[in-house]
């Protein structure tokens, strides 16, 4: 029984810092995002070269990555609390829910 209350916890707890690190992920993409539109009219204004806009445009590729693999941790840590209960069913419900046809 305690592995089980143990397995839940940590389940559990995996999912809340997969929810903070969710949370803050838009800021960085929104900034991200901001910065490569910045350095884009820089360059069209003449004011900046190739370089800074590539570079920008590749932080903003790791912004992208690092959102979607923050809100995929957030699934995954879902699925494993709904496994450490014993129940799939809330979680499979959640899906559908959320997905487009909800099938």
Do not use: C
Request: no cysteine; glycine share 8%.
């Amino acid at each position: 029984m305690d592995n089980l209350t143990g397995g839940l916890r940590q389940a559990e707890a995996a999912l809340d810092g997969a929810r903070l690190v969710a949370a803050k992920t838009p800021i960085e993409l929104e900034a991200a995002r901001d910065a490569e539109t910045q350095a884009r009219a820089r360059y069209e204004a003449g004011l900046a070269n190739i370089v800074e806009v590539a570079d920008a445009q590749g932080l903003l590729a790791q912004a992208e990555t690092d959102d979607a693999l923050a809100h995929l941790a957030v699934w995954n840590d879902l699925a494993s609390v709904a496994a450490a209960q014993g129940d799939l069913r809330p979680f499979i419900q959640l899906i559908q829910q959320t997905t487009p046809g909800g099938k």
